[in-house]
């Protein structure tokens, strides 16, 4: 059972940045690729960013291309989303999520997730 515990979330203005943090445990990190979803009131919850396990391929909405960087520390069991630019249609509860295979496809194990609030 892999476990994930996601920080760095909060209160910013916009045109602010914020770096999110997941530590995983229970399983074999390194191996996994790794997403980033979020979910904003009243909406569905929608891709964000993901990294293979190697960290050599990522994926990005749209809407954050640019703006956003996920990286890895494969060490230290964590993932990072570096998110620069925020603009209030950026705030949400941010999930991370554990993909086994590293497709970045499907995801099994997730995380309690982060506030993110971006003010005008």
């Known amino acids: 059972q892999v476990q994930l515990v996601e920080s760095g979330g909060g209160l910013v203005l916009a045109g602010g940045s914020l770096r999110l943090s997941c530590v995983a445990s229970?399983?074999?990190?390194?191996?996994?690729?790794m997403g980033w979803f979020r979910q904003a009131p009243g909406k569905e919850r929608e891709f964000v960013a993901a990294?293979?396990?190697?960290?050599?391929?990522?994926n990005y909405a749209d809407s954050v291309k640019g703006r956003y960087t996920i990286s890895r520390d494969n060490a230290k069991n964590t993932v990072y989303l570096q998110m620069n630019s925020l603009k209030p249609e950026d705030t949400a509860v941010y999930y991370c999520?554990?993909?086994?295979?590293?497709?970045?496809?499907?995801?099994?194990?997730w995380g309690q997730g982060t506030q993110v609030t971006v003010s005008s």
């Open positions: 999520a554990v993909d086994p295979t590293s497709r970045l496809q499907k995801y099994d194990y």
């Open positions: 229970g399983g074999t990190f390194s191996t996994y690729g």
């Open positions: 990294i293979s396990w190697s960290g050599g391929r990522t």
